[in-house]
Each structure stands twice: as C-alpha cells, then as structure tokens.
C-alpha cells in the first residue's frame, strides 16, 4: 500500500526511479488514490499561482541591504495537508494510522520548535509578559514582506490569512526553523515555532511533515491571502 507521505513525495518528484515506477503503478490502479493525487495537484496550482501577479516587482533595497540569501519558500504543505486530510475523511480503509502518527509529530514538532528558540534563532523570537513575540528580522520580515514578493533575508514570509478570531495571521520561515504570527496591537504574538530540519549539506529545507501547514489549516478562516488581499492588508497595518 502506499501511504501518505510516499505518495506526496511521489506527486512532488522526490522518490528515486523504481520506488516512483512502483507508486504510479499503485496509484493507476486505485480510484482513490488518484483522487488524491489530483487534488493535491490541483490546489497546489492554485496556491502557487496566486501571486503571479506581483512576482515581477523588485525587492526593497531595505531588505536587500539588510540581510542575506533565504531559504526558498513555499505554500504547498498547506495544499498537501489538505490534500491528506481530505482523503482521511473518506470512507475508512487504511488512514487511522496515519491520523495518529500525525498528532504525536506535530506534538513533537511543536516541542522542539520551544526548545531550539535561543539555540537556532537567538532574537527571532522573544518573551514577553503576554507570552511569545515577534522580535528583530522577524518582526521586520512580518510588517515588510509580502509573501509574493523574493525577500533576501534570513526569514522569509510564506503565507497571510485571516484566522477564526479575525486576526491577521502570517507563517514565516528561517534556516532553522518555522511559525506561525498573529497581529496582536503594534507587534506579532507567536502562536507556534517549529524546528526545520536540516539536509545533509547543512543547508534547511521545509519540513516533509504537516507541521506548520496542519496548524495553518486549523486556524485558517476561507482562503489565504492572494497579492491583492496581502497588500490592502499591510496598508492597514496587518489590521
């Protein structure tokens, strides 16, 4: 059987030749399956393209001048959680297992996030009397980028939204790790920050896991943000 995480690396081109042959093969032969996997592909498209529009704009010199090369960023783990968790509300017949691995791992994903903020990312992230805050780059990335816009910096900003209590909301990557942010008065409240892994380079990549894209769809109220949403957003002071 294929489960989950095989087949979005397969839909995303990460499995070698003869574990890819033997996927599509699998997926070929089972309706199901193949639901999935154009679903996958087809909000993925949708989230991708929805900054087109504005991916031809320059990047502030201020930011330029500010800070180095980020990693690449992406929204495709909301679309493949979705995906996922899509086709675990079918008809049961092999997900549960799956369900459950995914609770412990982001539970364990949200632990390690706590414990690597002053070792992987000293000042992202600070403490104050109302809890855990935005603080210098990523407080600057937060206010500043616009997720459609190539930001060259150490936290690079991948989603906007809208959650279920009305706040601006905004995930955010850096070499070592990756949140969510709320707007909260003239700052960001850090409702999660999660340890990202390394490759074998030393270089960081997204999580292959839900992590922040399963917390994202749980707070998410309609759609993310498109360029032009993002935008009236920012002027508004991300109210």
């Given at each position: 059987m294929v489960d989950d995480a095989t087949l979005l690396a397969w839909i995303d081109?990460?499995?070698p030749a003869d574990e890819a042959a033997r996927v599509a093969a699998e997926v070929a032969a089972d309706p199901d399956l193949q639901a999935l996997a154009d679903a996958h592909r087809a909000l993925a498209k949708r989230l991708q393209t929805s900054f087109d529009?504005?991916?031809?704009?320059?990047v502030p010199d201020r930011l330029l001048q500010a800070v180095t090369a980020p990693p690449a960023a992406t929204v495709t783990d909301l679309a493949a959680f979705r995906a996922a968790k899509a086709e675990a509300a079918a008809p049961p017949r092999r997900w549960w297992p799956q369900v459950t691995a995914l609770a412990a791992s982001l539970a364990l994903g949200l632990f390690m996030g706590r414990a690597t903020l002053d070792d992987a990312a000293p000042g992202l992230v600070v403490?104050?009397?109302?809890?855990?805050k935005a603080g210098g780059v990523l407080e600057v990335a937060l206010n500043d980028q616009l997720a459609a816009s190539p930001a060259a910096g150490p936290v690079r900003v991948?989603?906007?939204?809208r959650d279920t209590q009305g706040r601006?909301?905004?995930s955010w990557q850096a070499q070592a790790q990756e949140g969510i942010a709320c707007r909260s008065g003239d700052g960001w409240a850090v409702t999660a920050a999660l340890a990202r892994p390394p490759e074998a380079d030393g270089r960081y990549r997204m999580a292959s896991g839900?992590?922040?894209a399963a917390l994202v769809d749980g707070m998410?109220?309609?759609e993310p943000f498109d360029a032009a949403q993002e935008a009236a957003a920012k002027a508004k002071g991300w109210r």
């Amino acid at each position: 059987m294929v489960d989950d995480a095989t087949l979005l690396a397969w839909i995303d081109g990460e499995l070698p030749a003869d574990e890819a042959a033997r996927v599509a093969a699998e997926v070929a032969a089972d309706p199901d399956l193949q639901a999935l996997a154009d679903a996958h592909r087809a909000l993925a498209k949708r989230l991708q393209t929805s900054f087109d529009a504005v991916l031809a704009e320059p990047v502030p010199d201020r930011l330029l001048q500010a800070v180095t090369a980020p990693p690449a960023a992406t929204v495709t783990d909301l679309a493949a959680f979705r995906a996922a968790k899509a086709e675990a509300a079918a008809p049961p017949r092999r997900w549960w297992p799956q369900v459950t691995a995914l609770a412990a791992s982001l539970a364990l994903g949200l632990f390690m996030g706590r414990a690597t903020l002053d070792d992987a990312a000293p000042g992202l992230v600070v403490t104050s009397p109302s809890g855990l805050k935005a603080g210098g780059v990523l407080e600057v990335a937060l206010n500043d980028q616009l997720a459609a816009s190539p930001a060259a910096g150490p936290v690079r900003v991948a989603l906007s939204f809208r959650d279920t209590q009305g706040r601006v909301c905004r995930s955010w990557q850096a070499q070592a790790q990756e949140g969510i942010a709320c707007r909260s008065g003239d700052g960001w409240a850090v409702t999660a920050a999660l340890a990202r892994p390394p490759e074998a380079d030393g270089r960081y990549r997204m999580a292959s896991g839900p992590g922040v894209a399963a917390l994202v769809d749980g707070m998410i109220a309609g759609e993310p943000f498109d360029a032009a949403q993002e935008a009236a957003a920012k002027a508004k002071g991300w109210r």
